[in-house]
């Protein structure tokens, strides 16, 4: 028996007596509703609480609240007001139940003393888990222009690098990590391959109910092998509900987003689904070198012209819920597609005026979970999902080439496109992914969890220039499966700790170029088989009832994926020897909350985070930045620390920020260097300096002011500004170059603002953004510039059922 058949036979043994899933949000039920008075207006700041219990919340401007994340069970709902009498509701949850209640409160003929019931929001209880994680409430920012890129790029710890404006690729980087060093989930569904249309930058902020950034170590029901953290964006799950927006502005951009569902409380049938839009010319003004005859005349600002994107996306899904055989049985289906006219390689010294990229995705879905099986604390859980992505790199304009002023220059005799070669490369690829959870809960003080995931992942490619191309001749596969197996032990209210231990899986096959440049030049198929066990351990501990700290440590495996071994056909390079990376990765952090005379509350958090990280996969930019290939660096260090501050008064005033410093240095002793002439290991005049093209040091500030009833009855005014700063950092090795030569990305300041305006209870609403107000010249990765100051308009229909 090999080694994998025994560990599938252990875990199937120890999935049948024991098994658990904690912080699973589709094994609880949620609450919901409205609250008014006798004669039907709302209320706002009513306490909600399931009496007897921690769970519990306010109403919000609009009357509303929501009580997430509820074990199933009976329950007495309570309303409470100042000068109103308390109202109370036996309720029962089952998982997946979203229950809506309303309350009418009648005023009460004298006073009554005030007493103040605290409940913790959801996304204070997900930041108060053991693992380092972050969560955002999406919800207050529905009104604005942003989507899910802009959101993240405001926690601490992240930041998002564009190559330029909508549509463009993005890399997103967690305490240095970047590419799928940190995985990216929808509603615990792996979005590895869903293809370029439906990213960070193409999901509507409507969508979102909260995104949650674990940082480091991942929690074993997400079931990946994330190197450096993940994402797990959660969208709305609302049982009826209708969303419609739609934005436009600078650069000719427009925006649709359309968001509802509809539930059958009788029957348990529910329909939800989304569609979105987006669309832009992106000629915002760069300021760039003038090339002629390879000879740089000028420096000047221009327009983009060559840099149009549009994608669309619609998502379905429909079931039932609330069963006696599933609390949720799902199958839906998402459709995206997208063009792109591509401006710039790598870096802005190469301009394109015919390279364009499309894609198109189907993505048929299935989701189950149902809790209490066949005995109460047994849960199970079971998502899939068949992506067949098929996309096309087109570069076929020969011997011409253009400079940013939109000149274009024969080229006599050459028969190569725009890149190198021409091309009409088109890929088609297909991946299968199925994520299996189950979960026991022993007593309320021991439970286990069981992972299984698995992804096959398929690619053919065929070059219409060229059909002969030997390496399309042999497979492009990845097989990819992880074990996950977690004890979660909780002595009592203030202190949680979790065990737990990932197996991993990868098989590739791929080609190979062997002897570049010899007689014996030749493409040959390569198999990769990789097994490897990664573990942790994450605790945290209440010191008071809102201060805690927490401390979590992982040895984690990350296996290279698709792109990085197969390339993409265009701007990205294969490369079959790149090595699985592996990272011990510690995190200590605490966080403090209180209150100053009721009215002022403050929020305290900072961490510490250490990475030790060997054959990290790193991007490089080749000469003369045109393209790049993923490449192995032997060690790399990372420390750093993180702080943030948040201060509220009452629901008027909102003042927060965040700040990270993180030192990222390669450690190498020696590297592998392989020529003609002189291969072998050789001393790495690198050690000691920072990591290129990686921020250090970077933060965010924000301040937001709120107001009730402004001009009419039930409106509402936002104003939110923005701050963001980026410190310096080399675009190259900081030991190349003379001291005045150096090759930076500069520091950067933006200054961003949004005023929106709601009526009839949020039910219509306008908001208006200024991005970039400064006007200030921001760039990312390999020094590519993003747009300019900007504005955009965005209109808002959001009925309330």
């Known amino acids: 028996m090999n080694l994998y058949s025994k560990i599938v036979l252990a875990f199937s043994f120890f999935l049948c007596s024991v098994q658990t899933l904690w912080g699973q949000s589709n094994n609880n039920a949620a609450v919901s509703g409205e609250v008014k008075t006798s004669s039907g207006e709302v209320l706002t700041g009513v306490t909600i609480v399931l009496k007897n219990t921690k769970f519990g919340t306010t109403t919000d401007a609009k009357g509303h609240f929501e009580i997430p994340d509820v074990p199933p069970g009976s329950y007495v709902l309570q309303a409470s007001f100042v000068g109103f009498e308390s109202q109370e509701k036996p309720i029962r949850l089952k998982a997946p139940q979203s229950l809506e209640v309303k309350f009418s409160l009648v005023e009460k003929s004298f006073e009554m003393e005030e007493v103040e019931i605290i409940g913790k929001s959801v996304t204070e209880r997900i930041n108060a888990q053991s693992y380092a994680v972050t969560a955002v409430d999406a919800k207050s920012l529905h009104n604005s222009v942003s989507d899910a890129k802009v959101i993240l790029n405001r926690i601490s710890g992240v930041r998002i690098l564009e190559e330029g404006g909508l549509g463009s690729n993005l890399s997103f980087t967690l305490n240095g990590f970047s590419g799928d060093q940190v995985k990216f989930f929808m509603d615990g569904i792996p979005m590895d391959n869903f293809g370029s249309s439906f990213n960070l930058g193409s999901i509507p902020v409507n969508t979102i109910d909260r995104i949650e950034v674990y940082k480091g170590v991942v929690p074993v029901w997400l079931g990946t092998d994330a190197l450096g953290g993940a994402v797990n964006i959660i969208t709305n799950k609302k049982n009826n509900f209708l969303d419609a927006s739609y934005s436009f502005g600078s650069f000719n951009t427009h925006r649709i987003s359309l968001n509802g569902a509809y539930t059958d409380s009788k029957s348990g049938f529910t329909f939800r689904g989304n569609a979105n839009y987006n669309y832009s010319d992106n000629n915002f003004k760069v300021w760039v070198p003038i090339v002629r005859e390879r000879k740089t005349v000028d420096t000047a600002e221009v327009e983009r012209f060559h840099d149009r994107y549009k994608s669309g996306t619609l998502k379905f899904e429909t079931g039932f819920v609330n069963k006696k055989y599933a609390d949720n049985l799902l199958i839906g289906i998402i459709a995206s597609g997208d063009d792109k006219q591509v401006q710039t390689g790598m870096t802005m010294n190469s301009v394109y005026g015919g390279v364009v990229r499309n894609s198109r995705s189907i993505i048929p879905i299935l989701k189950y979970n149902k809790a209490d099986l066949f005995v109460e604390g047994l849960s199970v859980s079971l998502s899939s999902a068949y992506n067949h992505t098929k996309s096309q790199n087109i570069d076929t304009l020969t011997g011409i080439t253009y400079n940013w002023l939109g000149e274009s220059t024969h080229i006599p005799q050459s028969s190569d496109g725009e890149l190198s070669e021409t091309t009409f490369l088109t890929f088609d690829d297909h991946e299968l992914t199925t994520q299996f959870n189950s979960s026991y809960f022993i007593t309320p003080q021991h439970s286990f969890v069981f992972n299984y995931s698995h992804s096959f992942f398929k690619r053919k490619a065929f070059d219409r220039e060229d059909p002969d191309k030997p390496e399309h001749k042999f497979p492009n596969e990845l097989t990819k499966q992880v074990l996950g197996l977690a004890y979660k032990f909780d002595p009592n209210r203030k202190w949680s700790t979790t065990l737990f231990g990932k197996f991993y899986f990868l098989k590739a096959e791929t080609s190979k170029e062997f002897d570049f440049g010899l007689d014996t030049r030749r493409v040959e198929g390569v198999v990769s088989n990789k097994e490897n066990f990664g573990y942790g351990i994450a605790s945290s501990y209440n010191i008071l009832p809102d201060l805690h700290v927490k401390a979590s440590y992982e040895y984690t495996y990350r296996m290279p994926w698709a792109n990085e071994i197969f390339g993409n056909g265009l701007l990205t390079l294969p490369n079959a020897d790149l090595r699985p990376e592996q990272s011990n990765n510690l995190n200590m952090g605490t966080a403090y909350k209180f209150k100053v ?73 020696s590297i592998y260097n392989e020529s003609y002439t002189n291969s072998g290991y050789q001393k790495n005049f690198q050690k000691g300096y920072r990591l290129t093209n990686t921020p250090y040091l970077f933060g965010n500030a924000n301040a937001g002011l709120t107001f009730d009833n402004v001009f009419l009855k039930e409106s509402l005014v936002n104003i939110n500004y923005y701050f963001n700063y980026v410190q310096q950092y080399f675009l190259s090795w900081a030991e190349l170059g003379s001291k005045d030569g150096k090759k930076i990305i500069p520091r950067q300041t933006a200054h961003n603002i949004e005023v929106s305006y709601g009526l009839n209870n949020g039910k219509y609403n306008i908001a208006l953004e200024c991005r970039n107000i400064m006007d200030a010249r921001l760039y990312d990765k390999y020094m590519l510039q993003k747009p300019g100051r900007a504005f955009y308009v965005k209109l808002r229909y959001a009925p309330n059922f």
Request: glycine residues 8%.
């Open 597 to 669: 005379k009721t009215d002022h509350v403050f929020n305290l958090e900072g961490s510490f985070i250490y990475r030790d990280t060997k054959d990290l996969i790193f991007h490089f930019v080749s000469v003369p930045g045109r393209q790049a290939t993923y490449l192995n660096l032997d060690l790399i260090r990372t420390m750093g620390i993180e702080g943030s501050f948040k201060y509220q008064w009452k629901r008027t005033l909102t003042i927060g920020g965040n700040i990270t410093f993180q030192d990222i240095t390669d450690q190498a002793d």
